[in-house]
């Protein structure tokens, strides 16, 4: 799809609608203006696409740097991979790429373009013209969301940049404000408008996904009875979401499923056998070429260019008899490398045709949240029956409450069942930042342990040309 328009602005908000061939199939559009282009169904659907497209770019290697590559799950793989160690090892600077917030505010821009626009254009159905927004503003929230984790207080924009002026020099935004003002209300919005029997796709987001996300914050805001009550929500209907109950199919769900997946222009048609899946970060090389690829295989596996090893922190977490450990890490030249999304072994060739889907929320996922959710406002019993089928999965029994003396005892089971569960998922440093255990857990091992370390520099690119950004503290003495 050609350019629409682009405005490069000061804080790396991109107005433009920039595609090639979406996963909805949409043919190319002319350049117009953007008042012009919003003039069809098409044009809807091909508004919506951009937002995932932008936010594949964004998660391409952020999902790991954001997600594990500063926790416990790994240790640096090969020397070469010099910058993936330096985040594992805690020397994080403001040069680095993942310390650039551009690329989720290119989502957050596309989306506020698909909201001001969307409800404008004469489509023949309401219920897809109000799914699409849904979908606008669950995205808006997403991008948000993985904000206010990263840096804390961000600048915020809810209307588009579509042209230069003095607004786009903001402050950065109370992150709580953010959290509950704008990323909750988004969801709500969202979940209003989302197609609850059309919209059946796992590659964007469904009313599972608006329930996913929403669930987080919630526990990210320590709301744990609304995050419960959200995330029972998920149980109402078995045929598109529930638990994989063989640890074979638990694997074919990584290898087989996410693998290759086709573009998609029937979202009320379920492709995935899986029930599992809630929503995928979906990679296509015939779509956008060269950056369709992922870095499963690339980053993972081989001795001379792995950035990561399962760590042998993690190793030891798990029983002997587990079955998840021998098919998620294999010893293989000097390390174990992560093969949880990989069947036997892989070919260095293949390295740059990865197409292996990023899942960012599974239902595993969630019932281990909720089960979280239930320790805390004192269901034991309950917490740990919803672990039991995870656990019984992997081979292993789970214990009784009487075998826990304390609250904090039974959440950090949990949270360990979450780490040996969601390797490899983008999880686990979110885990440690929202339970405040980043600091006893991670000090011991690369020193993250003094407050404001706990979040990312902000790119020295984005305080250059934004005179009304200020230094994340911890990094502002530091450098």
């Known amino acids: 799809m050609k350019n629409i328009y682009r405005t490069f602005i000061a804080v790396s908000l991109a107005a433009g609608f920039v595609s090639c061939a979406s996963f909805l199939d949409e043919q190319p559009v002319s350049e117009v203006p953007a008042n012009q ?8 659907k091909a508004g919506v696409s951009q937002i995932y497209s932008y936010f594949r770019t964004a998660m391409r290697a952020n999902y790991f740097y954001w997600g594990e590559f500063r926790s416990d799950d790994f240790e640096p793989g090969s020397s070469s991979a010099a910058t993936q160690q330096r985040v594992m090892e805690n020397q994080l600077t403001t040069d680095l790429d993942c310390a650039d917030w551009s690329d989720l505010y290119t989502v957050i821009n596309q989306a506020n373009l698909c909201i001001k626009y969307l409800p404008k254009v004469d489509m023949p159905s309401v219920t897809d013209q109000n799914d699409l927004l849904g979908q606008a503003y669950a995205m808006r929230a997403l991008a948000y969301f993985y904000a206010v ?10 209307e588009p940049n579509e042209k230069f002026s003095d607004d786009i020099y903001r402050e950065r935004t109370d992150k709580d404000y953010i959290l509950r003002e704008v990323i909750l209300e988004d969801l709500r919005k969202a979940e209003s408008l989302i197609d609850r029997t059309g919209n059946k796709e796992r590659k964007r987001i ?3 996904g608006v329930w996913a996300i929403m669930a987080d914050v919630y526990m990210w805001l320590g709301e744990y009875n609304l ?28 290898t087989e499923e996410l693998n290759n997946k086709a573009s998609d222009n029937t979202p009320e048609n379920d492709e995935y056998s899986t029930k599992e899946f809630i929503f995928v970060v979906h990679f296509n090389m015939d779509e956008v070429g060269a950056n369709g690829y992922s870095y499963m295989y690339q980053w993972f596996t081989g001795s001379g260019n792995r950035a990561a090893v399962v760590s042998e922190v993690l190793r030891n977490k798990y029983d002997a008899a587990d079955l998840r450990l021998p098919l998620v890490a294999v ?3 000097s390390g174990w490398e992560m093969r949880k999304y990989i069947s036997g072994t892989i070919s260095s060739t293949l390295n740059k045709t990865c197409e292996i889907g ?42 009784t409450a009487d075998d826990f003396g304390t609250e904090d005892q039974i959440v950090d089971f949990i949270l360990d069942e979450r780490q040996r ?6 999880r686990r440093w979110f885990d440690l930042v929202r339970t405040g255990r980043w600091k006893t857990v991670m000090g011991p091992i690369n020193g993250c342990q003094e407050d404001g370390n706990e979040l990312l520099p902000i790119n020295y690119s984005l305080i250059d040309h934004n005179p009304k950004l200020v230094q994340n503290s911890y990094y502002a003495t530091t450098e």
């Open 331 to 333: 010893e293989y030249q």
């Open 227 to 254: 995050a419960d009550q959200t995330i029972e929500k998920m149980k109402g209907d078995a045929t598109f979401m529930a638990l994989e109950t063989d640890i074979n199919t638990w694997k074919k769900m990584f």
């Open 421 to 426: 569960e969601l390797i490899g998922e983008g």
């Open 206 to 208: 469904s009313i599972y």
């Open 37 to 44: 282009m919003w003039s069809s169904s098409r044009d809807a």
């Open 358 to 399: 990023y899942p960012i929320y599974r239902y595993s996922d969630m019932i281990l949240l909720q089960a979280e959710a239930q320790a805390r406002q004192s269901k034991w019993e309950e917490a740990l029956d919803l672990i039991k089928p995870i656990r019984t999965r992997a081979g292993l029994e789970t214990p």
């Open 149 to 158: 984790r990263l840096w804390g207080d961000v600048p915020l924009f809810t």
